[in-house]
Each structure stands twice: as structure tokens, then as C-alpha cells.
């Protein structure tokens, strides 16, 4: 059965930062893209960033720049790590993750708030 583990949401004051973590495990088939989504209160969720199986990454325009998506593969793990937040990037970000078996899995979700 696969799990997703994500860790890193709280409170941070504008201009702060946060590292996400998620983790994977339970399946035996390889990872293609894993990515970060987020949704705030009466939103759609929206892509935030994703991560290649290769390393190619891409982000949604409002992130550019002050977010960085990585991956360690050896440990089936995503990280978000995000700098110079502001209060529009309060909401609760979910990971997700793709195997080969073109199969998706999503996280169970991690609030980030911010505010002074």
C-alpha cells in the first residue's frame, strides 16, 4: 500500500521560509514526476511546482523565484523548499507523486501559513 508522508507546514511571518518534505513508500515500481500542489480557502488547488524523473523542473509563475523543488531519489522523497513568503502563499500544499505505472498518488496535505 502506498503512503505519502509529508512534514514541514506551520506559521511563518511574511518574508520567512519553509522546507516541505514528502516521502514515499510502499510501492515497488519506480517514480516519474513527483510535485507540490496547493489550495487556499474557497480555491482550486493549482500546481505549484513539478520535478522530472531526470531533474527538469517547472513552476507555477507566482512561485518563480523564491521556490525550489528537489528530489532524492534514493529515499523516494520530494522537498519544497520556499523563501520570501508572502500571505497569498497560505494554503494547504498536498504532494503528489507519479509512478510508471501511471498511477498518482497525493499526500495527505500540510497547512502553511502566513502571517504576521
Known amino acids: 500500500q502506498v503512503q505519502l508522508v509529508e512534514s514541514g507546514g506551520g506559521l511563518v511571518q511574511p518574508g520567512g521560509s519553509l522546507r516541505l518534505s514528502c516521502a514515499a513508500s510502499?510501492?515497488?515500481?519506480?517514480?516519474?514526476?513527483m510535485s507540490w500542489h496547493r489550495q487556499a480557502p474557497g480555491k482550486q488547488r493549482e500546481l505549484v511546482a513539478v520535478?522530472?524523473?531526470?531533474?527538469?523542473?517547472n513552476y507555477a509563475e507566482s512561485v518563480k523565484g523564491r521556490f525550489t523543488i528537489s528530489r532524492d531519489n534514493a529515499k523516494n522523497t520530494v522537498y519544497l523548499q520556499m523563501n520570501s513568503l508572502k500571505p497569498e502563499d497560505t494554503a494547504v500544499y498536498y504532494c503528489?507523486?507519479?509512478?510508471?505505472?501511471?498511477?498518482?498518488?497525493w499526500g495527505q496535505g500540510t497547512q502553511v501559513t502566513v502571517s504576521s
Open positions: 510502499g510501492s515497488r515500481f519506480s517514480i516519474n514526476a
Open positions: 503528489k507523486v507519479d509512478f510508471s505505472t501511471a498511477r498518482g498518488y
Open positions: 520535478i522530472g524523473s531526470g531533474g527538469s523542473t
